[in-house]
């Protein structure tokens, strides 16, 4: 399986390709602020051809790009219900009003064609892509949040086995920290309550890129992540980007 990303904008959201390998059909994950330069570069570096737009959530650093890129590409854009309003009116999502300067006079609209995610759903992408992504609904940073579990049974179409997991965790989880909840639509518990759901029942191995920063293990986070293992052992903390 082919996995490629950069930071995108000035606030560094990781935006990822996934491809069965090079020359092949793929998935753009969270095409945020300035994006689309760099996107094009990488499609053309490994010969890749976009069949979907999937949108972790509604922040603006991360759904930026998503209608110039679902339309140069005619694809379609995925987000969870609860987000969608994000794609054409980002300020709400941070409390900022409709028409300020904060977006530079940048305009927000729906890509032509949205569809909706849910909690436990399989995208169906296994037969065009040989890659499959699973939902989970992570409600928390925004209320619609979502990761993307690749799951090692869905390797490359030649038969080779995936090594692990590949969890696309958003701004759930990060390498030592969790995502901000402070922003409308946060909760704390709510986010410590899909950490438990949604992060912790996964392997050691399962490798999450999230969407700040570096990539982790589930391994790792459980044993130093202060806000996992927060979830064994009550304490306080305050939640973090």
């Avoid at 987000?83 to 609209?109: E, H, Q, Y």
């Avoid at 619609?144 to 579990?149: A, I, N, W, Y």
């Avoid at 920063?213 to 980007?241: C, H, K, W």
Wanted: charged residues 20%; aromatic residues 6%; hydrophobic residues 35%.
């Amino acid at each position: 399986m082919l996995i490629a990303g950069f930071p995108a904008g000035p606030i560094g959201a990781n935006c990822f390709v996934v491809a069965p390998g090079p020359n092949e059909r793929c998935v753009v994950i969270d095409p945020g602020q300035d994006a689309v330069r760099q996107l094009d570069d990488t499609l053309r570096e490994h010969k890749l051809r976009p069949a979907a737009v999937i949108l972790t959530h509604g922040h603006y650093d991360h759904v930026w790009s998503v209608a110039p890129v679902c339309g140069a590409h005619d694809v379609p854009a995925f987000i969870h219900p609860e987000d969608r309003f994000m794609l054409s009116d980002p300020g709400a999502a941070i409390g900022v009003p409709s028409g300020s300067p904060f977006f530079g006079g940048a305009t927000f609209t729906e890509p032509s064609e949205v569809r909706e995610l849910k909690d436990g759903q399989r995208l169906g992408l296994e037969d065009l892509l040989g890659v499959d992504f699973v939902v989970g609904h992570a409600p928390g940073h925004t209320r619609g949040s979502v990761t993307f579990r690749v799951p090692r049974a869905g390797g490359p179409p030649d038969g080779s086995e995936q090594e692990a997991d590949v969890l696309f965790s958003g701004d759930l989880l990060f390498a030592g920290s969790i995502g901000r909840t402070d922003l409308p639509g946060g909760d704390p518990r709510a986010i410590l309550e899909s950490l438990a759901r949604v992060v912790l029942p996964l392997p050691d191995d399962t490798i999450v890129l999230p969407g700040h920063g570096p990539q982790t293990t589930i391994g790792r986070e459980r044993v130093s992540n202060p806000f996992l293992t927060r979830l064994r052992d009550p304490g306080t903390a305050r939640t973090g980007m």
